[in-house]
């Protein structure tokens, strides 16, 4: 079945010459002239694609836009807009819209934003048909689709049913008892007790004592005998939360219970035998940890078998919406709020936040929303000013984080604002633009992928490359440096949109007609 793009335009001249570029493509192009009709198109046959129009006869362009992202049309959507409204199409890639073309439309343009659109779009929905299949959104007291979570349930799957210690390894709120009890119930033992000790809660006096029980008399005030955690969770599971917090002489201690599985309460001479799955946890890097002597190297290789890294919730996507969701349904039924929905800017704002403090922020932050609030919708107002007026989160790779880290150490050069408009919005893959600060159009940007020049390294260059394969180098590392997003790798080069991505297509042929 060929795809649907729906034209919203209302110049019918300008209809027919953009059906005529794309008269011979593998896709069929629907026109309408005003808002209505578009409306009644999309509810009728939901297009792949829509190419709006900002003026129409009877709205605005923007109107139509909103109206698909309140009905959550699963439709990409591309802004038409003249040379005057460039920074207004610019904007609304803030609320979804894909990418935007400047009018007059050129047929290159036009053929390429439609193919590339396309393209995606078919992506997205094979991504969809394999998230359907195989993915689940809540697991366990997980709730979550994204990728990343979905690893953490397949680990949880392949891990439960064994025997094998796990070491679960996340920032503050992610998740790690939550991911321990999902082990639990997920496990043999989960008809048993699952039993939590947060190592770093404890005062280190009375570890010991938490852990392995005492006995009457062994310290001041131990009136009676008292169980400790590894006898109360025996044929169940032991979770040991903030393990790094431990003092190394009680790691001593519990690498011998772990290796004999016996152990001797506090103050008793008698030694007792458990059965416990153990299962720990940690916000530190343990391997720093052990390097720096603040964690046994022994303790660290006994429990660290099967690792679980749950993600933080700034690499869940759309994940964090959810989970908004979620607890602004919970919270509003629990104090008979109106709460029920969240706007769509408020949506794209919540995404672009770091959560530094991960799902539990978001928690406390939607709490704290309908506490103070009755309204039906959740919107931007509602919003602290730590999300509203925070710089969106940059979304690099380690190396680059490094790279750049590195170049900002030796050069000690200061960032500055870029002033012209069109380029200071780069988008994600999401639509969602990011700011310029993500990806610094500067000196620190350029040397990730552009070698220095002869007056810059003060040496002679020993030999000359021709010009298109210093320009096919320099355009494909900005592409893959924006993690393959053409479009954000055209804003950092400074090029056309449409020239990017007619050179890459070019070099992709040349490459298929000419196999090495």
């Known amino acids: 079945m060929r795809p649907k793009v729906l034209l919203v335009e209302d110049s019918t001249s300008l209809a027919i010459l953009y059906k005529q570029y794309v008269k011979d493509e593998p896709y069929d192009l629907f026109h309408v002239e005003t808002g209505r009709e578009a409306k009644a198109f999309i509810e009728r046959n939901v297009p792949q694609l829509i190419i709006l129009d900002l003026k129409l006869p009877d709205m605005f362009g923007?109107?139509?836009?909103?109206?698909?992202?309140?009905?959550?049309?699963?439709?990409?959507?591309?802004?038409?807009?003249?040379?005057?409204?460039?920074?207004?199409?610019?904007g609304l890639l803030?609320?979804?819209?894909?990418?935007?073309?400047?009018?007059?439309?050129?047929?290159?343009?036009?053929?390429?934003?439609?193919?590339?659109?396309?393209?995606?779009?078919?992506?997205?929905?094979?991504v969809d048909d394999i998230e359907n299949k195989f993915d689940r959104k809540r697991f366990q007291g997980f709730i979550g689709s994204s990728l990343p979570m979905q690893a953490v349930y397949k680990t949880i799957d392949s891990v439960a049913p064994t025997t094998a210690s796990v070491f679960i390894i996340g920032e503050s709120?992610?998740?790690?008892?939550?991911?321990?009890?999902?082990?639990?119930?997920?496990?043999?033992?989960?008809?048993?007790?699952?039993?939590?000790?947060?190592?770093?809660?404890?005062?280190?006096?009375?570890?010991?004592?938490?852990?392995?029980?005492?006995?009457?008399?062994?310290?001041?005030?131990?009136?009676?005998?008292?169980?400790?955690?590894?006898?109360?969770?025996?044929?169940?599971?032991?979770?040991?939360?903030?393990?790094?917090?431990?003092?190394?002489?009680?790691?001593k201690k519990l690498l011998r219970f772990l290796?004999?599985?016996?152990?001797?309460?506090?103050?008793?001479?008698?030694?007792?035998?458990?059965?416990?799955?153990?299962?720990?946890?940690?916000?530190?890097?343990?391997?720093?940890?052990?390097?720096?002597?603040?964690?046994?190297?022994?303790?660290?290789?006994?429990?660290?078998?099967?690792?679980?890294?749950?993600?933080?919730?700034?690499e869940r996507g759309n994940d964090i919406i959810t989970l908004a969701k979620h607890f602004l349904k919970i919270y509003a039924k629990q104090d008979n709020k109106n709460f029920s929905s969240i706007h769509k800017d408020a949506e794209v704002m919540m995404k672009k936040y770091a959560w530094p403090g991960n799902v539990r922020q978001l928690q406390n932050i939607i709490r704290n929303?309908?506490?103070?609030?009755?309204?039906?919708?959740?919107?931007?107002?509602?919003?602290?000013?730590?999300?509203?007026?925070?710089?969106?989160?940059?979304?690099?790779?380690?190396?680059?984080?490094?790279?750049?880290?590195?170049?900002?150490?030796?050069?000690?050069t200061p960032y500055q604002e870029p002033t012209h408009a069109p380029s200071?919005?780069?988008?994600?893959?999401?639509?969602?633009?990011?700011?310029?600060?993500?990806?610094?159009?500067?000196?620190?940007?350029?040397?990730?992928?552009?070698?220095?020049?002869?007056?810059?390294?003060?040496?002679?260059?020993?030999?000359?490359?021709?010009?298109w394969q210093v320009e096919r180098e320099t355009i494909q590392n900005a592409i893959d440096y924006c993690d393959g997003n053409v479009l954000n790798a055209a804003v950092l080069l400074e090029l056309s949109p449409s020239t990017v991505y007619r050179k890459k297509q070019a070099w992709e042929s040349e490459d298929e007609s000419n196999p090495a």
């Open 424 to 467: 200071s919005q780069i988008v994600q893959g999401d639509g969602s633009p990011q700011g310029i600060s993500e990806l610094p159009k500067n000196q620190e940007t350029q040397n990730a992928f552009e070698q220095p020049s002869e007056s810059q390294s003060g040496t002679k260059p020993q030999s000359i490359r021709p010009m």
């Open 62 to 90: 923007e109107e139509i836009l909103d109206w698909i992202n309140e009905n959550q049309i699963p439709s990409a959507v591309v802004i038409a807009t003249a040379h005057g409204s460039v920074d207004i199409a610019v």
């Open 173 to 251: 709120g992610t998740g790690k008892e939550v991911c321990a009890e999902a082990i639990h119930k997920e496990s043999q033992r989960k008809n048993s007790a699952f039993v939590a000790i947060n190592c770093g809660a404890i005062p280190k006096d009375l570890m010991e004592s938490e852990i392995f029980g005492h006995v009457k008399g062994a310290f001041t005030g131990a009136t009676a005998d008292r169980k400790g955690a590894a006898s109360l969770a025996h044929g169940g599971t032991l979770f040991l939360d903030e393990l790094c917090e431990m003092e190394l002489e009680m790691q």
């Open 369 to 412: 929303i309908v506490v103070l609030n009755n309204e039906a919708k959740l919107t931007v107002d509602h919003l602290p000013a730590q999300i509203t007026r925070a710089k969106p989160v940059a979304k690099t790779s380690q190396p680059q984080r490094e790279a750049m880290q590195n170049h900002a150490v030796s050069n000690e």
């Open 94 to 126: 803030q609320k979804g819209a894909k990418d935007f073309l400047e009018k007059p439309i050129k047929a290159d343009r036009l053929k390429t934003s439609i193919d590339l659109h396309l393209k995606q779009a078919k992506l997205e929905h094979l």
């Open 259 to 314: 290796q004999t599985g016996t152990f001797t309460p506090l103050g008793g001479t008698k030694e007792l035998k458990v059965d416990v799955r153990i299962i720990c946890a940690t916000n530190r890097d343990p391997l720093l940890e052990v390097e720096e002597g603040r964690f046994r190297e022994d303790l660290y290789y006994r429990v660290h078998v099967v690792p679980v890294e749950m993600p933080p919730l700034r």
